[in-house]
């Protein structure tokens, strides 16, 4: 069985010009389970040891948005066309039912995926929404903490940026991190026999091109007048009929944790775990347990 380790990149071409790049690992049983991950995040960078626990028991993909990692084309500048991309990429590809795990600006997207899908091209079965946020609404408070942009927008990606945004500030959050950078570095040119891709405008290259559109991604879900309709979840989460499991840290610095509790309650059939002692990260620093309550959830 292929792991994230050693997992070959597959492309697959739009009728526009982009060409997605991801992969498909894991068994051959269950709903495939859809992974999406965080600003300026790439596939490569996802943690290892949560992808090939997840795997161990049924098909995973994973995918760089367009523009993103080894994908080509142009960044998205809203969450609803990050949304409306993966979705042609699922029908490329033949999946006409999955399971869907979004992280952070991953979880917004999760969100118009399963909002806005056209069920008779492709259906989501059930949705796993880690450490987001609706959009814009009655409830949802932005995070408390002025330096979080200049964080996320530094033009060097180091173990320091996500120290600060990722996990608590103490002796268990420190280790955690630290395991979790070394686990990044697994996949390489000589475990998969391809270069990995870096973080989205790591030494902005482009400029910082990319970073800015995911920015405004983030900027327009947050906004009650960009976030209407389509555009938007927050008024149509009571639509959301299939199970949804909400899972965030215990202080999220990002994302406040309270904004998981507001989405729980908007969904008519949604769960919600907070695990101690963990931030916006906690699924990098509790991966096994958070693990075992996503298969719970998937196989119930």
Request: net charge negative.
């Amino acid at each position: 069985m292929s792991t994230h380790q050693t997992a070959k990149t597959q492309y697959v071409d739009t009728t526009h010009g982009t060409k997605f790049a991801y992969r498909r690992l894991g068994t051959s049983s269950g709903t495939p389970l859809v992974v999406l991950t965080h600003f300026r995040g790439v596939m490569d960078k996802f943690d290892p040891l949560l992808i090939n626990t997840l795997a161990a028991s049924r098909t995973v993909i994973t995918v760089d948005y367009a523009g993103v990692g080894l994908s080509t084309g142009e960044v998205a500048t809203t969450v609803k066309q990050s949304a409306d991309d993966i979705l042609e990429f699922l029908h490329l590809i033949g999946e006409t039912e999955v399971d869907v795990l979004g992280f952070s600006l991953g979880g917004m997207v999760a969100q118009l995926i399963a909002l806005n899908a056209d069920p008779a091209r492709v259906r989501v079965r059930k949705l796993i929404l880690a450490g987001t946020t609706p959009s814009a609404g009655a409830g949802i408070v932005e995070s408390p903490h002025d330096d979080v942009g200049t964080w996320a927008g530094t033009q060097n990606v180091s173990i320091v940026v996500f120290q600060t945004l990722f996990f608590p500030k103490s002796r268990e959050g420190a280790a955690a991190s630290r395991q979790w950078w070394d686990r990044l570095n697994e996949r390489s040119a000589a475990t998969s026999g391809e270069e990995s891709a870096t973080w989205l405008s790591e030494g902005f290259h482009d400029g910082g091109k990319g970073l800015q559109a995911q920015g405004a991604q983030i900027g327009s879900w947050g906004s009650l007048e960009a976030s209407e309709g389509l555009d938007g979840s927050f008024a149509r989460l009571a639509t959301l009929k299939i199970p949804v499991f909400v899972a965030n840290g215990h202080d999220d610095y990002m994302v406040p944790t309270v904004n998981s509790f507001v989405l729980q309650q908007q969904v008519p059939n949604g769960q919600l775990i907070v695990y101690p002692n963990s931030g916006h990260g906690f699924l990098f620093q509790y991966v096994a347990l958070f693990a075992q309550h996503t298969l719970l959830f998937l196989e119930a």
